[in-house]
Nanobody, 119 residues
């Protein structure tokens, strides 16, 4: 069974970087055609897709966030990490990691982690 678990600091001060990590169990992040995704949810904007790191290590980011976004992975730990730099209070959200399969919507989700950006 594939399980995903987010972790990381819950409070970040602007303009620092928020960096939740997703730990995956029950499957390898290098399995072909799996895409490991970060999504966030805010009250005003709902769900917002941030980007993914693919099984190959390639990345793709939302154009609106690309300049501030980096997703990396540690295959030895079966983890991938979001780095969103220069944060403001508008980046306050619940951050989810998820797995997407090619041509599909996210099928496995973590429970989410609340990240608050505040001075």
């Amino acid at each position: 069974q594939v399980q995903l678990q987010e972790s990381g600091p819950c409070l970040v001060k602007p303009p620092q970087t928020l960096s939740p990590t997703c730990t995956v169990s029950g499957g390898s992040i290098t399995t072909n055609y799996h895409y490991w995704t970060w999504i966030r949810q805010t009250p005003g904007k709902g769900l917002e897709w941030i980007g993914y790191i693919a099984y190959s290590g390639s990345t793709y980011y939302s154009p609106s966030l690309k300049s501030r976004t980096s997703i990396s992975r540690d295959t030895s730990k079966n983890q991938f990490t979001l780095q969103l730099s220069s944060v403001t209070p508008e980046d306050t959200a619940v951050y989810y990691c998820a797995r997407e399969d090619y041509g599909s919507s996210p099928s496995y989700w973590g429970q989410g982690t609340q990240v608050t950006v505040s001075s």
